[in-house]
């Protein structure tokens, strides 16, 4: 059974910096790409970042140089650092995990609570 559990979120100002982890069961953790999406109210969820098991990663456009996917494999946990946060980075953020590294949510099998991150400008 794949089980996410996502944990860091909260509220910052502009500029501020949060990190977000996605505890995962080892089984997703060693053999399933890892992404992190984001859903503002009335927006769509969109794919913020992933990384896959070779530890390759990808990021949106509006993330890139901002923030950062990391695994730590002691802890089986994948970390989502986000520097130069911006009011519009303000979403509730999801950790999911798949075979591969889908670019649609509709395409990922395992999906975990989520976690508010809130970002007062």
């Known amino acids: 059974q794949v089980q996410l559990v996502e944990s860091g979120g909260g509220s910052v100002q502009a500029g501020g910096s949060l990190r977000l982890g996605c505890a995962a069961s080892r089984y997703a953790y060693t053999d399933f790409c890892m992404a992190w999406f984001r859903q503002a109210p009335g927006k769509e969820r969109e794919r913020v970042a992933t990384?896959?098991?070779?530890?390759?990663?990808t990021y949106a456009k509006s993330v890139t140089d901002r923030f950062t996917i990391s695994k730590d494999n002691a802890k089986n946990t994948v970390y989502l650092q986000m520097n130069m946060l911006k009011a519009e980075d303000s979403a509730m953020y999801y950790c999911?995990?798949?075979?591969?590294?889908?670019?649609?949510?509709?395409?990922?099998?395992?999906w975990g609570q989520g976690t508010q991150v809130t970002v007062s400008s």
């Open positions: 999911a995990a798949d075979i591969f590294c889908y670019l649609r949510e509709s395409e990922y099998k395992h």
């Open positions: 990384i896959n098991t070779h530890g390759d990663t």
